[in-house]
Protein backbone atom coordinates (compact mmCIF):
# COMPACT_ATOMS: atom_id res chain seq x y z
CA UNK A 1 0.00 0.00 0.00
CA UNK A 2 2.84 2.51 0.79
CA UNK A 3 4.57 1.28 -2.63
CA UNK A 4 1.40 1.77 -4.36
CA UNK A 5 1.22 5.50 -2.17
CA UNK A 6 4.87 6.25 -3.19
CA UNK A 7 4.01 6.32 -6.78
CA UNK A 8 1.15 7.80 -7.03
CA UNK A 9 2.52 11.11 -5.35
CA UNK A 10 5.19 10.30 -8.03
CA UNK A 11 3.20 10.51 -11.15
CA UNK A 12 1.66 14.09 -9.88
CA UNK A 13 5.00 15.21 -11.11
CA UNK A 14 4.51 16.24 -14.55
CA UNK A 15 7.45 14.96 -15.64
CA UNK A 16 7.12 11.73 -14.84
CA UNK A 17 3.59 11.50 -16.06
CA UNK A 18 4.76 12.50 -19.16
CA UNK A 19 7.47 9.74 -18.66
CA UNK A 20 5.01 6.71 -17.50
CA UNK A 21 2.68 7.58 -20.53
CA UNK A 22 5.30 7.08 -22.92
CA UNK A 23 6.46 3.64 -21.07
CA UNK A 24 3.10 2.60 -21.95
CA UNK A 25 4.15 2.44 -25.65
CA UNK A 26 6.51 0.35 -27.77
CA UNK A 27 9.31 1.94 -28.67
CA UNK A 28 11.95 -0.36 -29.69
CA UNK A 29 14.81 0.64 -32.23
CA UNK A 30 12.78 0.67 -35.70
CA UNK A 31 9.58 0.21 -34.00
CA UNK A 32 8.91 4.01 -33.10
CA UNK A 33 6.18 4.08 -34.86
CA UNK A 34 3.49 4.25 -32.53
CA UNK A 35 5.30 6.59 -30.09
CA UNK A 36 6.11 9.04 -33.21
CA UNK A 37 2.32 9.31 -34.07
CA UNK A 38 1.52 9.80 -30.13
CA UNK A 39 4.13 12.82 -30.28
CA UNK A 40 2.38 14.45 -32.99
CA UNK A 41 -1.28 13.44 -31.77
CA UNK A 42 0.10 15.24 -28.14
CA UNK A 43 1.86 18.28 -29.59
CA UNK A 44 -1.80 19.17 -31.80
CA UNK A 45 -4.05 18.80 -28.68
CA UNK A 46 -1.59 21.42 -27.08
CA UNK A 47 -2.44 23.67 -30.11
CA UNK A 48 1.92 23.31 -30.83
CA UNK A 49 3.01 23.56 -34.49
CA UNK A 50 4.60 19.81 -35.07
CA UNK A 51 5.97 18.40 -38.30
CA UNK A 52 6.51 14.38 -38.29
CA UNK A 53 9.25 13.70 -41.65
CA UNK A 54 9.22 10.10 -43.31
CA UNK A 55 11.33 8.10 -40.69
CA UNK A 56 9.15 9.34 -38.15
CA UNK A 57 11.69 11.89 -36.57
CA UNK A 58 9.28 14.56 -34.77
CA UNK A 59 9.55 18.42 -35.07
CA UNK A 60 7.73 20.46 -32.54
CA UNK A 61 7.19 23.99 -31.82
CA UNK A 62 6.32 26.89 -29.90
CA UNK A 63 5.96 29.62 -29.87
CA UNK A 64 7.50 32.98 -27.37
CA UNK A 65 5.69 33.92 -24.53
CA UNK A 66 4.09 38.02 -25.15
CA UNK A 67 7.03 40.09 -25.18
CA UNK A 68 9.74 37.41 -25.96
CA UNK A 69 9.39 37.20 -29.81
CA UNK A 70 12.85 38.89 -29.97
CA UNK A 71 14.23 36.79 -27.80
CA UNK A 72 17.26 33.66 -28.72
CA UNK A 73 14.96 30.47 -28.75
CA UNK A 74 16.00 27.12 -27.85
CA UNK A 75 16.48 23.60 -29.56
CA UNK A 76 15.69 20.60 -27.01
CA UNK A 77 16.63 16.92 -28.54
CA UNK A 78 16.16 13.55 -27.27
CA UNK A 79 15.77 10.21 -29.07
CA UNK A 80 12.72 8.24 -29.01
CA UNK A 81 13.86 4.42 -29.26
CA UNK A 82 14.90 2.86 -26.83
CA UNK A 83 17.16 -0.50 -25.88
CA UNK A 84 15.14 -3.56 -25.83
CA UNK A 85 17.59 -5.71 -23.06
CA UNK A 86 15.63 -7.99 -20.50
CA UNK A 87 16.43 -11.17 -18.59
CA UNK A 88 16.36 -14.46 -19.69
CA UNK A 89 14.00 -15.40 -17.37
CA UNK A 90 11.35 -12.31 -18.40
CA UNK A 91 8.53 -13.52 -20.68
CA UNK A 92 7.95 -9.56 -21.29
CA UNK A 93 7.58 -9.18 -25.22
CA UNK A 94 8.86 -5.13 -26.28
CA UNK A 95 6.67 -5.19 -29.48
CA UNK A 96 3.06 -4.69 -27.23
CA UNK A 97 4.37 -4.74 -23.35
CA UNK A 98 4.81 -1.71 -21.36
CA UNK A 99 7.57 -0.85 -19.38
CA UNK A 100 7.08 -1.83 -15.81
CA UNK A 101 7.78 0.45 -13.10
CA UNK A 102 9.66 -0.63 -9.45
CA UNK A 103 10.13 2.58 -6.96
CA UNK A 104 12.36 2.04 -4.15
CA UNK A 105 12.67 5.46 -2.47
CA UNK A 106 14.76 7.38 -5.00
CA UNK A 107 15.08 4.74 -7.81
CA UNK A 108 12.88 4.09 -10.09
CA UNK A 109 13.87 0.92 -11.94
CA UNK A 110 11.74 -1.96 -13.49
CA UNK A 111 12.83 -4.15 -10.64
CA UNK A 112 15.88 -5.89 -13.03
CA UNK A 113 13.62 -7.37 -15.52
CA UNK A 114 13.53 -5.43 -18.40
CA UNK A 115 15.82 -1.87 -19.50
CA UNK A 116 13.53 1.11 -17.90
CA UNK A 117 13.68 2.98 -21.58
CA UNK A 118 14.88 6.26 -19.36
CA UNK A 119 17.76 6.23 -21.96
CA UNK A 120 15.94 8.80 -23.58
CA UNK A 121 11.93 8.97 -22.49
CA UNK A 122 13.44 10.66 -19.38
CA UNK A 123 14.51 13.09 -21.81
CA UNK A 124 11.49 13.15 -24.33
CA UNK A 125 9.33 13.59 -20.70
CA UNK A 126 11.75 16.70 -19.73
CA UNK A 127 11.32 18.20 -23.12
CA UNK A 128 7.27 17.93 -23.03
CA UNK A 129 6.96 19.40 -19.88
CA UNK A 130 9.00 22.63 -20.62
CA UNK A 131 6.39 22.48 -23.55
CA UNK A 132 3.56 22.20 -21.49
CA UNK A 133 5.29 24.44 -19.03
CA UNK A 134 2.41 27.58 -18.10
CA UNK A 135 4.35 29.27 -15.51
CA UNK A 136 6.73 31.09 -16.98
CA UNK A 137 7.24 33.81 -20.04
CA UNK A 138 9.64 31.88 -22.40
CA UNK A 139 11.44 31.86 -25.59
CA UNK A 140 10.97 30.47 -28.71
CA UNK A 141 11.22 26.36 -28.07
CA UNK A 142 12.10 23.93 -30.38
CA UNK A 143 12.17 20.04 -29.85
CA UNK A 144 13.22 17.61 -31.71
CA UNK A 145 12.54 13.73 -30.92
CA UNK A 146 14.58 11.49 -33.26
CA UNK A 147 14.60 7.87 -34.77
CA UNK A 148 16.77 4.80 -34.24
CA UNK A 149 19.41 6.60 -31.97
CA UNK A 150 20.27 3.41 -30.43
CA UNK A 151 21.39 1.71 -33.99
CA UNK A 152 22.12 3.86 -37.04
CA UNK A 153 21.45 7.40 -35.76
CA UNK A 154 19.64 7.75 -39.14
CA UNK A 155 16.90 9.67 -37.94
CA UNK A 156 19.18 12.72 -36.68
CA UNK A 157 21.52 12.12 -39.93
CA UNK A 158 18.96 12.35 -41.97
CA UNK A 159 16.30 15.39 -39.77
CA UNK A 160 15.96 18.40 -42.23
CA UNK A 161 18.50 20.80 -40.26
CA UNK A 162 16.57 23.65 -42.05
CA UNK A 163 13.78 23.76 -40.07
CA UNK A 164 15.89 24.54 -36.67
CA UNK A 165 15.38 28.41 -36.15
CA UNK A 166 17.53 28.94 -33.26
CA UNK A 167 21.27 28.31 -32.46
CA UNK A 168 21.07 26.87 -28.86
CA UNK A 169 20.88 23.27 -28.76
CA UNK A 170 20.19 21.12 -25.71
CA UNK A 171 20.51 17.31 -25.94
CA UNK A 172 18.90 15.62 -23.10
CA UNK A 173 20.81 12.11 -23.65
CA UNK A 174 23.40 12.38 -20.83
CA UNK A 175 23.08 10.14 -17.67
CA UNK A 176 24.84 12.07 -15.03
CA UNK A 177 22.82 14.98 -13.26
CA UNK A 178 26.02 16.73 -12.18
CA UNK A 179 27.54 17.24 -15.57
CA UNK A 180 27.84 19.28 -18.34
CA UNK A 181 28.89 17.59 -21.66
CA UNK A 182 30.83 19.26 -24.62
CA UNK A 183 31.81 16.73 -26.86
CA UNK A 184 31.35 12.88 -27.93
CA UNK A 185 33.04 10.42 -29.63
CA UNK A 186 31.84 9.24 -32.92
CA UNK A 187 32.05 5.74 -34.12
CA UNK A 188 30.55 2.53 -36.44
CA UNK A 189 29.91 -0.80 -36.76
CA UNK A 190 32.17 -3.63 -38.75
CA UNK A 191 30.45 -7.08 -39.27
CA UNK A 192 32.61 -9.75 -40.16
CA UNK A 193 30.96 -13.22 -41.62
CA UNK A 194 32.65 -16.01 -41.83
CA UNK A 195 31.87 -19.32 -44.17
CA UNK A 196 31.15 -22.36 -42.16
CA UNK A 197 31.45 -26.17 -43.01
CA UNK A 198 29.15 -28.62 -41.85
CA UNK A 199 29.95 -32.14 -40.29
CA UNK A 200 27.81 -34.77 -39.55
CA UNK A 201 28.27 -35.47 -35.78
CA UNK A 202 29.16 -39.50 -35.28
CA UNK A 203 28.07 -41.55 -32.44
CA UNK A 204 31.35 -41.33 -30.23
CA UNK A 205 30.80 -37.31 -29.91
CA UNK A 206 27.97 -35.90 -27.68
CA UNK A 207 26.31 -32.32 -27.85
CA UNK A 208 26.58 -30.15 -24.73
CA UNK A 209 24.99 -26.82 -23.95
CA UNK A 210 27.56 -24.29 -22.72
CA UNK A 211 26.01 -21.35 -20.93
CA UNK A 212 28.00 -17.61 -19.89
CA UNK A 213 25.55 -15.46 -17.67
CA UNK A 214 25.57 -13.48 -14.79
CA UNK A 215 27.54 -10.70 -15.48
CA UNK A 216 26.57 -6.71 -15.21
CA UNK A 217 26.97 -5.56 -19.13
CA UNK A 218 26.42 -2.20 -19.78
CA UNK A 219 27.26 1.05 -22.11
CA UNK A 220 29.41 -0.39 -24.69
CA UNK A 221 31.05 3.27 -24.59
CA UNK A 222 30.01 4.90 -21.04
CA UNK A 223 30.75 1.62 -19.37
CA UNK A 224 33.78 0.28 -21.27
CA UNK A 225 36.10 1.07 -18.72
CA UNK A 226 34.60 -0.60 -15.82
CA UNK A 227 35.93 -4.49 -16.39
CA UNK A 228 32.49 -6.19 -16.25
CA UNK A 229 33.54 -8.51 -18.54
CA UNK A 230 32.33 -9.67 -21.93
CA UNK A 231 30.43 -12.99 -22.03
CA UNK A 232 31.23 -13.17 -25.65
CA UNK A 233 35.04 -13.46 -25.00
CA UNK A 234 34.58 -15.42 -22.21
CA UNK A 235 32.66 -18.04 -24.19
CA UNK A 236 35.62 -17.97 -26.80
CA UNK A 237 38.10 -18.32 -23.60
CA UNK A 238 36.42 -21.61 -22.53
CA UNK A 239 36.18 -22.81 -26.48
CA UNK A 240 39.76 -22.18 -26.13
CA UNK A 241 40.85 -23.88 -23.48
CA UNK A 242 38.55 -26.92 -24.30
CA UNK A 243 39.84 -26.81 -28.31
CA UNK A 244 43.50 -27.64 -26.00
CA UNK A 245 42.84 -30.94 -24.62
CA UNK A 246 39.95 -32.67 -26.92
CA UNK A 247 38.74 -32.15 -30.58
CA UNK A 248 35.81 -29.69 -30.60
CA UNK A 249 32.49 -28.33 -32.99
CA UNK A 250 29.82 -26.06 -32.97
CA UNK A 251 26.49 -26.48 -33.87
CA UNK A 252 24.57 -23.39 -32.34
CA UNK A 253 26.20 -19.70 -31.33
CA UNK A 254 24.54 -16.99 -29.94
CA UNK A 255 26.24 -14.27 -28.19
CA UNK A 256 25.18 -10.81 -26.84
CA UNK A 257 22.39 -9.69 -28.42
CA UNK A 258 23.31 -5.55 -29.55
CA UNK A 259 26.67 -4.24 -30.33
CA UNK A 260 25.69 -1.18 -28.27
CA UNK A 261 25.65 -3.13 -24.83
CA UNK A 262 28.61 -5.03 -23.58
CA UNK A 263 27.70 -8.65 -23.95
CA UNK A 264 25.96 -10.56 -20.43
CA UNK A 265 25.45 -13.57 -21.93
CA UNK A 266 26.62 -16.54 -24.24
CA UNK A 267 25.20 -19.77 -25.36
CA UNK A 268 26.38 -22.17 -27.55
CA UNK A 269 25.88 -26.29 -28.42
CA UNK A 270 29.38 -27.75 -29.18
CA UNK A 271 30.33 -31.73 -29.79
CA UNK A 272 33.05 -32.95 -27.98
CA UNK A 273 33.98 -36.65 -27.61
CA UNK A 274 31.87 -38.69 -25.32
CA UNK A 275 34.97 -40.06 -23.48
CA UNK A 276 36.25 -36.52 -22.80
CA UNK A 277 32.60 -34.96 -20.85
CA UNK A 278 34.36 -35.54 -17.43
CA UNK A 279 37.25 -34.06 -18.36
CA UNK A 280 35.51 -31.21 -20.28
CA UNK A 281 33.70 -30.70 -17.10
CA UNK A 282 36.98 -30.20 -15.29
CA UNK A 283 38.52 -27.68 -17.51
CA UNK A 284 35.05 -25.43 -16.94
CA UNK A 285 35.11 -25.73 -13.28
CA UNK A 286 38.70 -24.64 -12.83
CA UNK A 287 37.92 -21.61 -15.24
CA UNK A 288 34.72 -20.29 -13.17
CA UNK A 289 37.24 -20.64 -10.48
CA UNK A 290 39.28 -18.46 -11.73
CA UNK A 291 36.74 -16.12 -13.26
CA UNK A 292 35.55 -15.81 -9.94
CA UNK A 293 38.78 -14.33 -8.66
CA UNK A 294 39.42 -12.13 -11.53
CA UNK A 295 36.43 -10.46 -11.86
CA UNK A 296 35.91 -10.18 -8.08
CA UNK A 297 32.71 -8.26 -7.87
CA UNK A 298 31.99 -7.58 -11.16
CA UNK A 299 31.80 -11.63 -11.41
CA UNK A 300 29.71 -12.37 -8.17
CA UNK A 301 26.96 -13.44 -10.32
CA UNK A 302 28.84 -15.09 -13.09
CA UNK A 303 27.64 -18.90 -13.79
CA UNK A 304 28.51 -21.26 -16.65
CA UNK A 305 26.32 -24.55 -17.18
CA UNK A 306 27.45 -27.05 -19.30
CA UNK A 307 25.38 -29.78 -19.58
CA UNK A 308 23.87 -32.18 -22.34
CA UNK A 309 21.85 -30.24 -24.52
CA UNK A 310 18.28 -31.30 -24.84
CA UNK A 311 17.93 -30.51 -28.35
CA UNK A 312 18.78 -33.09 -31.44
CA UNK A 313 21.62 -32.15 -34.10
CA UNK A 314 22.74 -33.71 -36.44
CA UNK A 315 25.59 -31.47 -38.00
CA UNK A 316 28.34 -29.32 -36.24
CA UNK A 317 30.97 -27.04 -37.75
CA UNK A 318 34.66 -26.14 -37.60
CA UNK A 319 35.34 -23.11 -35.66
CA UNK A 320 38.78 -22.67 -36.40
CA UNK A 321 38.13 -19.65 -38.23
CA UNK A 322 35.78 -18.26 -36.12
CA UNK A 323 37.22 -18.65 -32.94
CA UNK A 324 40.77 -17.20 -34.02
CA UNK A 325 38.61 -13.85 -35.06
CA UNK A 326 37.33 -13.40 -31.82
CA UNK A 327 40.62 -14.05 -29.63
CA UNK A 328 42.92 -12.03 -32.03
CA UNK A 329 40.96 -8.64 -32.81
CA UNK A 330 40.47 -6.01 -30.24
CA UNK A 331 38.10 -5.96 -27.72
CA UNK A 332 37.57 -3.20 -24.78
CA UNK A 333 39.97 0.01 -24.24
CA UNK A 334 41.76 0.87 -26.87
CA UNK A 335 43.63 4.23 -25.53
CA UNK A 336 43.01 6.34 -22.59
CA UNK A 337 43.10 9.86 -22.98
CA UNK A 338 46.54 10.90 -21.68
CA UNK A 339 45.31 14.28 -20.70
CA UNK A 340 42.16 13.80 -18.68
CA UNK A 341 41.91 11.46 -15.91
CA UNK A 342 39.97 8.42 -16.29
CA UNK A 343 38.65 9.14 -19.63
CA UNK A 344 38.75 6.62 -22.68
CA UNK A 345 39.98 7.67 -25.98
CA UNK A 346 38.81 4.97 -27.89
CA UNK A 347 37.73 1.74 -28.09
CA UNK A 348 35.50 -1.17 -29.31
CA UNK A 349 33.17 -3.68 -28.15
CA UNK A 350 32.60 -7.06 -29.31
CA UNK A 351 28.56 -7.06 -29.20
CA UNK A 352 27.30 -9.92 -31.06
CA UNK A 353 28.36 -12.87 -32.46
CA UNK A 354 25.81 -15.65 -34.28
CA UNK A 355 25.82 -18.79 -36.10
CA UNK A 356 23.59 -19.96 -38.92
CA UNK A 357 23.39 -22.59 -41.73
CA UNK A 358 25.01 -19.58 -43.72
CA UNK A 359 27.95 -19.12 -41.03
CA UNK A 360 29.32 -17.31 -38.47
CA UNK A 361 28.32 -13.61 -38.04
CA UNK A 362 30.51 -11.43 -35.44
CA UNK A 363 29.36 -7.15 -34.73
CA UNK A 364 31.79 -5.21 -33.20
CA UNK A 365 30.95 -1.16 -32.24
CA UNK A 366 34.16 0.88 -32.68
CA UNK A 367 34.05 4.42 -30.83
CA UNK A 368 36.82 6.82 -30.52
CA UNK A 369 37.52 10.83 -30.36
CA UNK A 370 39.70 11.25 -33.52
CA UNK A 371 37.89 9.65 -37.38
CA UNK A 372 42.04 8.21 -37.65
CA UNK A 373 41.83 5.91 -34.67
CA UNK A 374 38.32 4.63 -35.33
CA UNK A 375 38.94 3.96 -39.01
CA UNK A 376 42.66 2.10 -37.34
CA UNK A 377 40.73 0.31 -35.41
CA UNK A 378 38.10 -1.08 -38.15
CA UNK A 379 41.27 -1.84 -40.47
CA UNK A 380 42.65 -3.72 -37.77
CA UNK A 381 39.53 -6.38 -37.97
CA UNK A 382 38.67 -5.85 -41.54
CA UNK A 383 42.41 -7.22 -42.05
CA UNK A 384 42.00 -9.88 -39.71
CA UNK A 385 38.77 -10.94 -40.83
CA UNK A 386 39.76 -11.11 -44.80
CA UNK A 387 42.79 -13.19 -43.60
CA UNK A 388 40.29 -15.69 -42.35
CA UNK A 389 38.44 -15.86 -45.32
CA UNK A 390 35.40 -13.42 -44.32
CA UNK A 391 33.45 -10.57 -45.78
CA UNK A 392 33.38 -7.34 -44.17
CA UNK A 393 30.22 -5.03 -43.53
CA UNK A 394 30.46 -1.49 -42.10
CA UNK A 395 28.03 0.22 -41.04
CA UNK A 396 25.91 2.81 -38.61
CA UNK A 397 28.40 5.29 -38.76
CA UNK A 398 27.92 8.08 -36.92
CA UNK A 399 29.97 11.35 -36.77
CA UNK A 400 31.78 12.38 -33.27
CA UNK A 401 30.77 15.99 -31.76
CA UNK A 402 34.22 18.28 -30.68
CA UNK A 403 34.67 20.84 -27.91
CA UNK A 404 34.37 23.71 -28.81
CA UNK A 405 35.97 26.58 -25.75
CA UNK A 406 33.91 29.65 -27.18
CA UNK A 407 30.32 27.91 -25.88
CA UNK A 408 27.69 30.79 -24.38
CA UNK A 409 25.21 28.36 -23.79
CA UNK A 410 28.01 25.88 -21.74
CA UNK A 411 29.37 29.17 -19.77
CA UNK A 412 25.40 29.94 -18.84
CA UNK A 413 24.46 25.85 -17.58
CA UNK A 414 27.42 26.39 -15.45
CA UNK A 415 26.39 29.62 -14.07
CA UNK A 416 22.74 28.47 -13.36
CA UNK A 417 24.53 25.13 -11.70
CA UNK A 418 26.37 27.04 -9.59
CA UNK A 419 23.81 29.75 -8.48
CA UNK A 420 21.03 26.78 -8.05
CA UNK A 421 23.01 24.03 -6.24
CA UNK A 422 25.89 25.54 -5.15
CA UNK A 423 27.97 23.10 -6.78
CA UNK A 424 30.41 23.35 -10.37
CA UNK A 425 29.48 20.75 -12.75
CA UNK A 426 31.75 18.27 -14.61
CA UNK A 427 32.23 19.73 -17.72
CA UNK A 428 33.73 17.36 -20.29
CA UNK A 429 33.92 14.89 -23.30
CA UNK A 430 31.95 11.15 -23.16
CA UNK A 431 33.37 8.38 -24.57
CA UNK A 432 29.47 7.51 -25.98
CA UNK A 433 27.88 8.49 -29.53
CA UNK A 434 25.39 11.30 -29.24
CA UNK A 435 23.31 12.58 -32.17
CA UNK A 436 24.82 16.36 -31.03
CA UNK A 437 27.40 15.68 -33.64
CA UNK A 438 25.00 14.66 -36.22
CA UNK A 439 22.38 18.39 -36.12
CA UNK A 440 25.96 20.24 -35.96
CA UNK A 441 26.96 19.07 -39.42
CA UNK A 442 23.74 19.88 -40.44
CA UNK A 443 23.87 23.40 -38.72
CA UNK A 444 27.35 24.47 -37.78
CA UNK A 445 26.22 27.58 -35.96
CA UNK A 446 24.68 25.56 -33.19
CA UNK A 447 25.93 26.47 -29.50
CA UNK A 448 25.74 22.62 -28.23
CA UNK A 449 25.52 21.00 -24.70
CA UNK A 450 24.14 17.56 -23.40
CA UNK A 451 22.61 17.28 -20.10
CA UNK A 452 20.94 14.95 -18.11
CA UNK A 453 19.53 13.39 -14.68
CA UNK A 454 21.30 10.41 -12.86
CA UNK A 455 20.61 7.31 -14.79
CA UNK A 456 22.44 4.19 -14.29
CA UNK A 457 23.36 1.18 -16.16
CA UNK A 458 21.85 1.62 -19.66
CA UNK A 459 21.31 -0.87 -22.06
CA UNK A 460 20.83 -3.47 -19.21
CA UNK A 461 17.57 -4.36 -17.24
CA UNK A 462 20.01 -3.43 -14.11
CA UNK A 463 18.75 0.76 -15.47
CA UNK A 464 17.71 2.98 -12.80
CA UNK A 465 17.09 6.66 -12.58
CA UNK A 466 17.12 9.04 -9.78
CA UNK A 467 13.88 10.50 -9.21
CA UNK A 468 14.93 13.96 -7.26
CA UNK A 469 18.14 14.24 -9.93
CA UNK A 470 15.29 14.59 -12.60
CA UNK A 471 13.18 16.72 -10.45
CA UNK A 472 16.61 18.84 -10.40
CA UNK A 473 17.44 18.84 -13.85
CA UNK A 474 14.44 20.02 -14.74
CA UNK A 475 14.37 23.25 -12.90
CA UNK A 476 17.82 23.65 -14.01
CA UNK A 477 16.57 23.10 -17.75
CA UNK A 478 14.28 25.98 -16.92
CA UNK A 479 16.58 28.11 -16.01
CA UNK A 480 18.96 27.55 -18.90
CA UNK A 481 16.30 28.20 -20.93
CA UNK A 482 15.52 31.62 -19.05
CA UNK A 483 18.72 32.72 -19.22
CA UNK A 484 20.18 31.32 -22.46
CA UNK A 485 17.21 33.78 -23.98
CA UNK A 486 18.19 36.93 -22.25
CA UNK A 487 22.39 37.05 -23.37
CA UNK A 488 23.19 39.75 -25.87
CA UNK A 489 25.01 37.96 -28.70
Known sequence: MEEQQEMKQLLQDSVFQNFYKISQIPRGSYHEEQISDYMVQWAKERGLFVIQDSLKNVYIRKEASKGYEQKKGVILQAHMDMVCEKIPESVHDFLKDPIPWVLEGDILSTGGETTLGADNGIGMALAMSVLEETSWKHPMIEVVFTVAEEETMEGAEKFDASLLQSSFFINLDHAVGTEIVCGSCGGEAVEVNLNACWNDISSDQIVYCLEIGGLKGGHSGEDIHRGNGNANRILARILMELEKQMEIQLCSLKGGNFRLAISREARCDCVIPKNKEAQAKKIIQEILKNLKQEYQSAGKDLYIRFEPCKKHFDKACSMDCFLSLI?????????????????????????????????????????????????????????????????????????????????????????????????????????????CGCFFM??????????????????????????????????????IIKQISDQKI
Open 327 to 435: LFSPDGIWEMNADITGAVNSSDNLGEMYLSQDGYRVVYEIRSAYDSVRDHIADIIIRLGKMLGGSIKIHSSYPGWAYHADSLLRNTALQVFEETYSMTPKVHSVHAGLE
Open 442 to 479: GKPDLDVISIGPDCWNLHSPEERLSVSSTKRLYQILKK
